[in-house]
């Protein structure tokens, strides 16, 4: 087989590179280990960046999620029993949307089925050849069977734990990463949510985060240890935990319910430099990751995507290469700042086990800043909607 752009990983960022790059007469060949159901029943994140948003609508798959999303024109931060607004729309002109990343990557697989779009599942055993070439090609097998793919480039997307970023030799690339020693423990449960924005609480028994997918399917979360398992955690005891750790008049609202969904995430910061190697470009996961702190994870991703669609949009239509060539500065440098918003707000709301007094004391001053000071709101805002491309 040939393409122009192999695509490696069949979640959200490759799904819309590859219908982007479509849309423009650009060939793709998109490579998935497990099958579409498996990518679908993955739980992710649910708040979209403006610019994230406008690359759904530049790919014609925008329409659900502007009927169905839900605006967001601020947060609610809380901590000892008080809360404070910060307002986007005043601050930044601009919001965030709510739309899961489930329903995301499902208008993606459903565009890409209404255009033909070329999408292998449970391939196995992929590996990128010749990417430090000018012929590279991917090979794969599925069901025991070889397969090859000769293309113009390589598309990373495949996540933490992909081929592409351990494609590039250690020689050539440099890791940095930052382990955090506590998860969250989080709950989907088919209730309203208890308020109409995301509420982010800092709190003596550990944060915690009340967030929602739909009108009627609300998103919690409290940190946990790492040693702690969701079968340590039943329903009652974690409603009751939640209660602890926000402010009383949330908590005296809460509507509680049966779980649906229940797991444990570990909290992690890392990037990899650099994001391009010859004829392979890294996005999203398979070149950083953020705490979920600052909801930052899903929309790094998709400024990684606006960056290489461009690229190799100028590449094909003009023969300009100057996009690609700088594919990974560009990136990099506003994935640093995702980085340092996603650590300093992880830093500001959780309780870490070696925290000193001083430490908790540096903590609420941060806070206070934040709830007092208008200008540092503004920063807040600027960095939550998304810094521009």
Request: glycine share 8%; aromatic share 10%; hydrophobic share 35%.
């Amino acid at each position: 087989m040939r393409t122009q752009v192999v695509i490696i990983g069949g979640g959200p960022s490759g799904l819309l590179l590859s219908q982007l790059l479509h849309r423009k007469g650009i060939d793709t060949v998109v490579l998935e280990r497990k099958t579409r159901q498996y990518v679908l029943g993955r739980i992710r994140a649910g708040i979209l960046e403006v610019g994230f948003v406008d690359l759904m609508r530049e790919a014609g798959v925008g329409a659900r999620m502007d009927n169905e999303g839900f605006i967001h024109d601020g947060t609610v931060i809380a901590f000892d029993n008080e809360d404070f607004h910060v307002d986007f729309k005043r601050h930044t002109g601009t919001t965030v949307m709510v739309y899961g990343q489930t329903e995301v990557t499902r208008d993606l697989y459903d565009a890409r089925e209404a255009m033909e779009g070329k999408i292998v599942f449970n391939v196995d055993g992929v590996t990128i050849h010749g990417a430090d070439s000018d012929a590279p090609h991917v090979t794969y097998f599925v069901d025991g069977v070889e397969h090859r793919i000769d293309c113009d480039y390589v598309a990373g997307c495949d996540g933490f734990h992909g081929v592409s970023r351990q494609t590039i030799p250690l020689s050539v690339r440099r890791e940095y990463e930052k382990v955090y020693p506590f998860g969250w423990l989080g709950i989907l449960s088919e209730t309203p949510p208890v308020h109409e924005e995301l509420i982010y609480s800092n709190s003596d028994r550990g944060f915690a985060l009340c967030s929602m997918r739909n009108a009627n399917l609300s998103r919690y979360y409290i940190q946990c240890s790492l040693s702690d398992s969701p079968d340590d955690w039943d329903d009652a005891g974690f409603w009751e935990e939640l209660k602890r750790r926000i402010p009383e008049e949330h908590a005296d609202n809460l509507i509680t319910g049966p779980s649906i969904e229940k797991s444990i995430a570990p909290l992690r910061s890392f990037v990899t430099e650099p994001m391009r190697w010859g004829r392979l470009f890294l996005c999203g996961d398979a070149a950083h990751i953020v705490p979920p702190t600052g909801a930052k994870g899903l929309n790094t991703a998709a400024s990684d995507i606006h960056y290489l669609y461009h690229g190799l949009l100028a590449k094909y239509q003009d023969g300009e290469a100057e996009g690609l060539d700088s594919y990974s500065g560009k990136a990099l440098a506003r994935v640093w700042k995702a980085e340092r918003f996603s650590w300093a707000t992880t830093n500001m709301l959780h309780r870490y086990p070696d925290q000193s007094e001083f430490d908790i004391k540096m903590q609420r001053a941060d806070l206070e800043f934040l709830r007092d000071n208008d200008s540092a709101q503004k920063v807040f805002a600027e960095n939550y909607v998304g810094l521009p491309y």
